[in-house]
């Protein structure tokens, strides 16, 4: 079984970073998704949790609101 694309349509990337806001890969990764083998895909999976702290977040959807109300 394929492994599921961890896009959520919210494309942003960090400019820090290159990690996406909302899935945590990078434009690169994201564009090869669908030609890497299901171990690369499992790899980026498992680095979510550097890449939220890298990135300085606690989820890829913070739902904490910002102060300026958005």
Not at 17 to 37: D, P, V
Not at 40 to 55: F, P, V, Y
């Amino acid at each position: 079984m394929a492994v599921k694309s961890p896009c959520i349509e919210l494309c942003a990337f960090d400019g820090k970073t290159g990690f996406c806001t909302g899935c945590l890969r990078t434009r690169e990764e994201a564009r090869g998704w669908k030609k890497m083998t299901d171990h690369r895909r499992h790899q980026i999976l498992n680095e979510k949790a550097r890449r939220m702290a890298k990135i300085g977040r606690g989820s890829p959807l913070d739902s904490t609101p910002r102060e300026d109300g958005v």
